[in-house]
């Protein structure tokens, strides 16, 4: 009978030889899964029949032979696949490199401003000079590609800025990039061909609105011209390699009349909430991220009169309120690469009493500028509007509480009696499970007694869903009968 090592030799070969590499990875696994099945069942008859013992000893050995064979060759395998992708990736790189090299050479030639036709088509000639070095099927990435490095200082991105339906744009490291779009999430295909490629338009955007970003000063808020605002980190800071955020804004204001017919509210909210404004109540909206205040906030600000002097103040700008004439917009300034020239959202609430407003909209606080913000609604400056980040409406009072703690140390008992006597009406939006954004909640500040603020429920959302007025009357309404209306 044969022995052992040379039966391992001849069903190994056999097996590596004439099936083997004619296989994929996975079925190289496969044939290691039988392998260990079929010992399994020699180890059954193993222990079922002595006087197959010998015998069975022969095979096991030649069986874990095989497996060892195998199990190396697909190690190889793996190994090969992975050196070839790693091959072709770098040869992709060196084609882009040779190939942006050439087209910013002939853009330069040209010695002209060239539209984007222009510039496609030397794209398109550089390209279709040698196309048989790259697959037919990434022609047209190749070429966006190469548009995008000699054409565009935002990238791969500009594209996706310039496309209305999306409304954000998550990118984490080069190669994770997301949208949302509709409400909705989405993870692409896109990527970058490297981390430096993500990092050179992360500084450009920087250098379009005289701002710095590198290892020293790693993080980036910014504005881009259309408005559109940018959060970039650097690769120091960022684990997973730089991050990008850039959050964009409807082109077109959304009204309250549209948001009534999507479901936010209902008309009888919207007209409640008209007349409030309309009188001069000082209105807070809060709400979680993405809850839609930004766009609340903008609606609302339809029903302010025109002849009003409104001061707008935000972190960046994102209000659109064009149908006031007599209408100031500022927004705060991070320091420069020296520490200097900060200008923050407590200067500008500061700046802005001085302007002789009939009305301060504060885009959002997020600190110790609500002690500035309460000082200016308690200081006769009515139909104040302002936005915050909170869970419900008593957990949103409970943040200006600590916010306002921030600026100045007083005891809370003053804070609280500041913040009722300057807010008059609270406003809560959130998202459903959906994802659709809804008015979840919209109370009247009366007071704060026994430890806890004293709410008045106006609407309420229900457990269907639907947004419904209490019938409770408003409690102050003097404002009301200052201008002759009535709700």
């Known amino acids: 009978m044969p022995t052992v090592p040379l039966c391992c030799a001849i069903v190994s070969e056999f097996v590596l030889g004439n099936i083997g590499r004619g296989l994929p990875g996975k079925y190289l696994s496969e044939l290691i899964r039988a392998g260990f ?37 697909k190690s190889v395998f793996l190994l090969g696949k992975l050196w070839k992708e790693e091959v072709m990736e770098r040869e992709r ?5 040779e190939k942006t090299a050439r087209v910013r050479e002939k853009i330069l030639a040209a010695e002209e401003n060239l539209s984007r036709q222009q510039a496609m088509e030397i794209i398109e000639d550089v390209v279709f000079a040698d196309a048989e070095e790259i697959e037919l099927s990434e022609l047209h990435a190749v070429i966006r590609t190469l ?27 080069k190669d994770r990039f997301f949208l949302e779009t509709g409400g909705d999430m989405v993870c692409t295909d896109e990527h970058f061909d490297s981390t430096e490629e993500l990092e050179e338009i992360i500084r450009n955007i920087a250098a379009g609105v005289h701002r710095e970003i590198n290892e020293m000063h790693p993080i980036l808020d910014a504005r881009l011209p259309g408005g559109s605002r940018v959060n970039a980190v650097y690769k120091n800071v960022a684990a997973g390699g730089p991050v990008l ?15 009534v017919k999507s479901g936010t509210l209902t008309a009888e909210c919207a007209e ?11 209105i807070f909206v809060s709400g979680g991220t993405s809850s839609g205040k930004t766009t609340f906030l903008n609606a609302l600000s339809d029903f302010i009169p025109v002849q009003e002097r409104v001061i707008v103040i935000e972190d960046s700008t994102e209000l659109a309120m064009n149908h006031i004439a007599n209408l100031v917009q500022m927004e705060c300034r991070n320091a420069n690469a020296l520490g200097q020239g900060m200008i923050s959202m407590d200067m500008l609430i500061k700046t802005s009493l001085r302007m002789r407003p009939d009305r301060i909209i504060v885009g959002e606080v997020r600190g110790k500028e609500v002690a500035d913000m309460m000082n200016a609604m308690n200081t006769g400056h009515d139909g104040c509007l302002a936005t915050g980040h909170g869970n419900s409406v008593s957990g949103m009072l409970r943040r200006l509480e600590s916010m306002y703690l921030m600026g100045v140390q007083i005891p809370i008992d003053a804070i609280r009696a500041q913040i009722v006597e300057g807010i008059d009406i609270m406003i809560h939006l959130g998202r459903l499970p959906g994802g659709d954004r809804r008015v979840l909640e919209v109370q009247e500040l009366v007071d ?17 869903r639907q947004l419904s007025a209490t019938g409770n009357p408003l409690v102050s309404q003097s404002k009301l009968r200052l201008r002759g209306r009535t709700l």
């Open 37 to 73: 099945y079929g010992w399994r069942i020699l180890q059954m008859i193993w222990f079922a029949n002595k006087s197959l013992r010998p015998f069975i000893s022969r095979l096991r050995g030649i069986l874990i032979c095989v497996l060892r064979r195998i199990t190396a060759w």
């Open 93 to 97: 790189a060196m084609y882009l490199e």
């Open 147 to 173: 548009y995008a490095r000699t054409r565009s200082k935002l990238g791969i991105l500009e594209e996706y800025i310039e496309d209305a339906s999306i409304n954000e744009i998550m990118i984490n490291g």
């Open 245 to 259: 955020t850039i959050r964009k804004f409807a082109r077109e204001r959304i009204t309250m009349e549209q948001m």
């Open 272 to 282: 409640y909430l008209k007349t409030l404004v309309a009188c001069g109540y000082n």
């Open 448 to 464: 704060f007694e026994h430890g806890k603020y004293v709410l008045n429920p106006l609407f309420l959302l229900s457990d269907e």
